[in-house]
Every structure is written in C-alpha cells, then in structure tokens.
C-alpha cells in the first residue's frame, strides 16, 4: 500500500547542531508539506513543495530548509538547532490543490 | 490572515453519545478538511469538504461555504473516536490553517 513516513520517530539533540528529518511518500504525489505541532499555537506551515526542484516557505520558516530532488522525497533541515524547535514535526502530502493532504506519523524532536 | 475558531474546545461524552463539532472561519476559502487525532498522535484525514455534505459511516460534514461555517456529526459515539478533532482551511495553494481543535473524550 502506497504510505507516508517520517524518519526518525524521536530524536534528541543539542542546541547549535544540525538536524534532518526525513519524509518518503509513495503515492507519487507533487505536493508536500511540513508543519509543526506546539501546545497552544496547534499545527503551523513550515515549508511546502509543488514539485522537484520548488521549495516555498511557509508560516514559521525561520530556522529550517527544505530540499526536493525527487517525487517521493522532502527532507526537513534545521541548520542550527534551537530549543524553540522543540517540537512535533509533521509531512503531508497530497495529489492536486487543492486536495486531501495526507499525513505521516510525526517525529518528536527535543532540543536541549 | 484566515482566522480558524472551533468549538466546544473540550467535549465528554458517554458511549452511544451523538455530538456536533463546529468549525467557523473568518473569509472565503475553497479547501476544507477534518481531520482526527488520534491519542497515539497520527492525525487521519476525515473528509476534504470545501462544500456541501458528505458521509462516512457514523461519521458526517456539512461546510456552508457562502455562511463561512463548517459542522462534524459523530454519531452513536465509541471510544475510538477519543481524541482531538481538527479543521483546516485554505485556499488553492494547499497550504492549510488550522484551529486549536476539540478535545474529544468518549467514556464506557
């Protein structure tokens, strides 16, 4: 069955380091998506892609990137990691736009 | 930007409970999805529902687009169905917003 997922589940690490969060889609969708989950402020757009080679910032960019060179793949990058990236990071994608997003399972990230 | 405002904020209700969730956005928008999220913390898609009504199983949406307002009916609630609830707008770019959803506690 085609499916998202998200690698690491859990990862602890230290402020000041560089961190990268995977996303594999196998629905060959053109559109996904990073968002992040904090108490308080729900679910926030990090970046988003539309195909390989587009990138686009979202509302809460500040601190991350993202690279697309290929259909399946959107890995998260935090250059240097701060504590209030201390979080539950989310990847979604979906066929057309606009359209149902599915999600993969998270990966909790601690900064200390 | 888009405001998204849904209520109740926290619902308890006995197993067999029917109940309605309510999700209220503050301009037009031409995508719209609940989504559930379940107490392990994977969040489902539950309907992509710009407009109009749809069904599946116990569950049903109904968006009133021109009102701004959409409404999720969870029938002859289960156990299952515990956890936080979540609409999302947007508009054709896929980028969705998100409310602070509703905390959903279905007991025995």
């Known amino acids: 069955d085609a499916e998202i997922t998200q690698s690491p589940r859990h990862k602890i690490t230290e402020t000041g380091r560089q961190v990268t969060l995977a996303c594999h889609q196998t629905?060959?969708?053109?559109?996904m998506f990073w968002y992040r989950q904090d108490l308080g402020h729900g679910l926030r757009l990090i970046h988003y892609?539309?195909?390989?080679?587009?990138?686009n910032k979202g509302e809460v960019s500040d601190g991350y990137s993202v690279s697309r060179s290929n259909t399946e793949d959107l890995p998260l990058t935090l250059e240097s990691a701060a504590s209030s990236q201390t979080s539950v990071y989310f990847c979604?994608?979906?066929?057309?736009?606009?359209?149902?997003?599915?999600f993969g399972p998270g990966t909790r990230l601690t900064v200390l | 930007g888009i405001q998204v405002e849904q209520s109740p904020p926290d619902l308890i209700l006995q197993e067999g409970a029917n109940s309605t969730l309510r999700c209220n956005f503050s301009?037009?928008?031409?995508?719209l999805q609940w989504f559930h999220q379940n107490p392990w913390g994977q969040l489902i898609n539950l309907f992509y529902?710009?407009?109009g009504t749809k069904q599946n199983g116990r569950l049903s949406a109904t968006t009133v687009a021109t009102e701004r307002y959409s409404l999720l009916y969870i029938s002859s609630s289960q156990t299952t169905d515990s956890g936080v609830y979540f609409c999302?707008?947007?508009?054709?770019?896929?980028?969705?917003?998100f409310g602070q959803g509703t905390t959903l506690q279905v007991k025995p």
């Open positions: 979604a994608s979906s066929r057309g736009l606009p359209d149902t997003q599915y």
């Open positions: 629905w060959n969708h053109n559109n």
């Open positions: 892609s539309y195909g390989v080679q587009d990138t």
């Open positions: 301009d037009s928008v031409n995508n």
């Open positions: 529902i710009p407009s």
């Open positions: 999302a707008v947007g508009g054709n770019t896929g980028k969705l917003i």
